[in-house]
């Protein structure tokens, strides 16, 4: 495959608009990237041309966006290159756009706080060879804060207190 692979640098020029699917939904937002060079005869940075591209991203990528990112926040982003030729009412035009693998905010001009999604967990039905006995063992397992004990085992008395004393 001769995918042009590509990772840009700039800001978010419009909103996320998320839609969802069949096929799990995709995003999309317009993306400008802006070239700077040290200009010697000035002695400073000098913006150049601004480029601007149509990102796409789909399914779990595209919702997180869509919750995550606002106009005009610094990006990162990387995937394929698409450059579409099309005529409208007479006039060829070009868009480029980029199917977007990884997307992330460019630590270099701010911070992030990272928060990872949580995941529905499938519906399973009972006669499967045990896929409910596996469901009820990942409900019991503990999340991050939470403590990893283990219960009273089956048949014992959940309150230590109302446990039988021994007989003397």
Do not use: C, I
């Amino acid at each position: 495959m001769n995918d042009t692979v590509v990772t840009l640098v700039g800001n978010v020029a419009t909103r996320v608009e998320f839609r969802e699917s069949e096929t799990g939904g995709a995003a999309r937002f317009r993306f400008a990237a802006t070239t700077r060079r040290w200009d010697r005869a000035r002695g400073g940075w000098t913006d150049g041309p601004t480029s601007f591209y149509t990102v796409w991203a789909r399914r779990a990528l595209g919702a997180n966006l869509a919750a995550s990112v606002s106009v005009g926040e610094p990006l990162v982003v990387h995937g394929r290159l698409r450059v579409r030729e099309d005529e409208r009412e007479g006039q060829w035009r070009t868009s480029v756009e980029v199917d977007a693998v990884a997307v992330g905010h460019d630590l270099t001009r701010g911070t992030s706080a990272f928060r990872r999604s949580v995941k529905a967990a499938p519906v399973l039905t009972v006669g499967h060879g045990g896929a409910a006995e596996r469901q009820e063992t990942a409900a019991r397992t503990p999340w991050e804060g939470e403590s990893a004990r283990p219960g009273p085992p089956p048949g014992a008395p959940a309150d230590p207190v109302a446990a039988p004393t021994p007989a003397s």
